[in-house]
Nanobody, 122 residues
Framework: QVQVVESGGGLVQAGGSLRLSCTASGTTFTPNAIGWYRQAPGKQRELVADITINHKTNYADSVKGRFYISRDNAKNRAYLQMNSLKPEDTAVYYC????????????????WGQGTQVTVSS
């Protein structure tokens, strides 16, 4: 059973930065792809960024130029650096492990973390 744990969330002023981390344990092999999602109150969960085993990245238009996803394959760890945060970035952020690509889009895998709360005040 794969376990996924996120950390790094918190309360930050608009314009500030946070760095989220995600660690997967119980894996036999390095995940082919990892995605970061977020879910704001009353909204659907949305894909924010994803990264392949070869460090190719994709971003939602709403975070391009502000958020950066990275990974450390040796540690089964992924990161989401969030800069120039806006109140609309407020959400619970989830790490998803083991996704795949179809029609050039990331499709979430079976393993999710518990989420970490990011709150951006104006």
């Amino acid at each position: 059973q794969v376990q996924v744990v996120e950390s790094g969330g918190g309360l930050v002023q608009a314009g500030g930065s946070l760095r989220l981390s995600c660690t997967a344990s119980g894996t036999t092999f390095t995940p082919n792809a990892i995605g970061w999602y977020r879910q704001a109150p009353g909204k659907q969960r949305e894909l924010v960024a994803d990264i392949t085993i070869n460090h190719k990245t994709n971003y939602a238009d709403s975070v391009k130029g502000r958020f950066y996803i990275s990974r450390d394959n040796a540690k089964n760890r992924a990161y989401l650096q969030m800069n120039s945060l806006k109140p609309e970035d407020t959400a619970v952020y989830y790490c998803n492990v083991g996704g795949f690509y179809s029609d050039s889009y990331y499709h979430g895998g079976d393993y999710w973390g518990q989420g970490t709360q990011v709150t951006v005040s104006s």
